[in-house]
């Protein structure tokens, strides 16, 4: 893992599937002293306090081609920032396997899972992270920012629209407003759109996102499988966000509440749109700017104040169950 000390935590939906997960937790060491690559010995790790005064906690969420154990660089560059890091893994992507059904999963239906998961699926397991990660007081105590690359900015923008006292800030890259509106621009398919069964409409979703929480989104301009201009879109709907109050009655949803109140919009802050001139749908992170935005914006986020939290105790230990894939199943190492 990268030199990092991690936890494998074997996580269980309400629906009965087991996703296997990464967990990089900062330590003391790391804050003193900061991070330096090198061997570590695969080991039982708990939470300390460290975790608590981690300037975030980030959950990432992979893209449709992705596995969340492919991309290395990204959670690595998090750590350094000092930042707890989260890695899912969604149902299908990996062997995330039905509990209820023995042996149901094998790598020649994976293709079959992915849409036999569907939007439904990847919301549950997207909402168990969370769960999972407020569960954990030092977890809990840090801000909680999700982190999506593609259809992982749709998962991220997603669990943002329904837990907005939760989620402290969102970064997405090369992401769009809905997956219909992806396939309208291929050419000979784009008339079947209306087919598609997986919407994801991030822009629509994005007006539960409240105006208070930051969003850095990151567009490499030469994506060849999204459409700049959807990220164009999408930025255009974060920036509308929040309420409009006239002539001293306060409006929601167009209903008159009666109440007086004086004239104001309100207006996001701290939102931050990026775009990388060279960047590609995979390779964007590649250019130096992308990650100095990443910085920025994460050093720009309030601090939680740091209190004391009692020690669990080894009853209310995190779960550092440690898994491996053989013959595409999970085998639970004993540590």
């Not at 690595?76 to 969604?90: A, G, I, P, T």
Request: net charge negative; glycine share 8%; proline share 7%.
């Amino acid at each position: 893992m990268i030199g990092i000390p991690y936890l494998a935590p074997l996580l269980h939906t309400p629906d009965g599937v087991r996703l296997s997960c990464f967990l990089l937790p900062q330590t003391r060491e790391c804050l003193v002293s900061g991070y330096t690559s090198g061997p570590v010995p695969d080991e039982r790790v708990v939470l300390t306090p460290a975790a608590a005064e981690a300037r975030a906690t980030v959950i990432v969420f992979h893209g449709n081609s992705a596995q969340n154990w492919e991309d290395m660089q990204t959670p690595k560059d998090l750590f350094e920032m000092r930042c707890n890091v989260f890695l899912l893994s969604y149902r299908g992507w990996h062997v995330g396997r039905d509990t209820k059904r023995e042996g149901y999963v094998v790598r020649a239906v994976l293709e079959n899972l992915r849409l036999r998961a569907g939007a439904a699926g990847l919301r549950i397991d997207a909402q168990t992270a969370l769960d999972y990660i407020l569960s954990q007081p030092y977890l809990a105590a840090t801000p909680i920012v999700v982190y999506g690359h593609s259809l992982g900015g749709g998962v991220a923008i997603d669990l943002a629209s329904r837990n907005p006292t939760k989620i402290a800030a969102i970064i997405v890259s090369n992401t769009f407003t809905s997956i219909p509106d992806i396939v309208r621009r291929w050419p000979h398919i784009g008339m079947f759109a209306f087919v598609c069964h997986q919407k994801w409409p991030s822009a629509q979703r994005l007006e539960s996102v409240p105006p208070t929480t930051p969003i850095l989104m990151l567009s490499g301009r030469r994506d060849e499988i999204i459409a700049p201009e959807l990220m164009d879109q999408l930025w255009a709907a974060a920036r509308k966000r929040g309420r409009l109050r006239r002539s001293g009655v306060a409006l929601c949803g167009g209903c008159n509440s009666g109440r007086n109140v004086d004239e104001l919009e309100v207006h996001p802050e701290g939102d931050l749109f990026v775009e990388i001139e060279t960047g590609t749908h995979n390779d964007t992170p590649v250019d130096p700017a992308y990650w100095d935005a990443v910085r920025q914006f994460i050093c720009g986020l309030p601090m939680q104040k740091v209190v004391h939290i009692p020690d669990p105790g080894p009853d209310m230990s995190v779960d550092d169950t440690r898994w491996r894939y053989v013959n595409q199943d999970i085998e639970v190492i004993c540590l």
